[in-house]
T-cell receptor, first 114, second 114 residues
Framework: TQLLEQSPQFLSIQEGENLTVYCNSS?????LQWYRQEPGEGPVLLVTVVTGGEVKKLKRLTFQFGDARKDSSLHITAAQPGDTGLYLC??????????????FGKGTKLTVNP | DSGVTQTPKHLITATGQRVTLRCSPRSGDLSVYWYQQSLDQGLQFLIQ???????AKGNILERFSAQQFPDLHSELNLSSLELGDSALYFC?????????????FGEGSRLTVL
């Protein structure tokens, strides 16, 4: 069972379109992160959201953390070919022993066609 | 450039063999994480070390082991390799590794088991 469910799995759109991708869980998290991974490279952090209901903007990207801190969304306005990549959400999972591990969803593979 | 260096970038080997993947974290980072990325499973957390000590463990197979050395570089050893071990292996580092910490990923080591 995947702790973080991302949807859609694949998304192909034309340049200039808007899109939203989702990250959902039945668990509550203290924070959630979004990463972008391009082919041949490792993931790169885009944003960390901490407070329920928080909205953060990064140029044309808008990130929202759900009020209950169980889900998050990423909205891209006027998508460009440079936005193409794998978008991953991630959250720290704290075990009963107190150790923390960063777990990832399977990602949304976005292709923006010129 | 994330500052995290992984070697080798590509590795082709046969079933039953053993390989060692190496990771040099960013200067000053004390935590090292290892992840396995495959098409069907996504990015799976394997293990984390903090300042030489094992901090958290994920779905790491018994055939796999890792360690972090006094100079903070880390090695991931994969033995008795199987076809299913073919994947991208990423190393990441962070200053500490707390719930809002940013992970910096290397470019990965692509392992192909034939």
């Amino acid at each position: 069972t995947q702790l973080l469910e991302q949807s859609p799995q694949f998304l192909s759109i034309q340049e200039g379109e808007n899109l939203t991708v989702y990250c959902n869980s039945s668990s509550v998290f203290s924070s959630l992160q979004w990463y972008r991974q391009e082919p041949g490279e490792g993931p790169v952090l885009l944003v960390t959201v901490v407070t329920g209901g928080e909205v953060k903007k990064l140029k044309r990207l808008t990130f929202q953390f759900g009020d209950a801190r169980k889900d998050s969304s990423l909205h891209i306005t006027a998508a460009q070919p440079g936005d193409t990549g794998l978008y991953l959400c991630a959250a720290f999972l704290i075990s009963q022993g107190g150790s923390e591990k960063l777990v990832f969803g399977k990602g949304t593979k976005l292709t923006v066609n010129p | 450039d994330s500052g995290v260096t992984q070697t080798p970038k590509h590795l082709i080997t046969a079933t039953g063999q053993r390989v060692t993947l190496r990771c040099s974290p960013r200067s000053g980072d004390l935590s090292v994480y290892w992840y396995q990325q495959s098409l069907d499973q996504g990015l799976q957390f394997l293990i984390q070390y903090y300042n030489g000590e094992e901090r958290a463990k994920g779905n790491i197979l018994e055939r796999f082991s890792a360690q972090q050395f006094p100079d903070l570089h880390s090695e991931l050893n994969l033995s008795s390799l199987e076809l299913g071990d073919s994947a991208l292996y990423f190393c990441a580092s962070s200053v500490a590794g707390g719930p809002t910490g940013e992970l910096f990923f290397g470019e990965g080591s692509r392992l192909t088991v034939l």
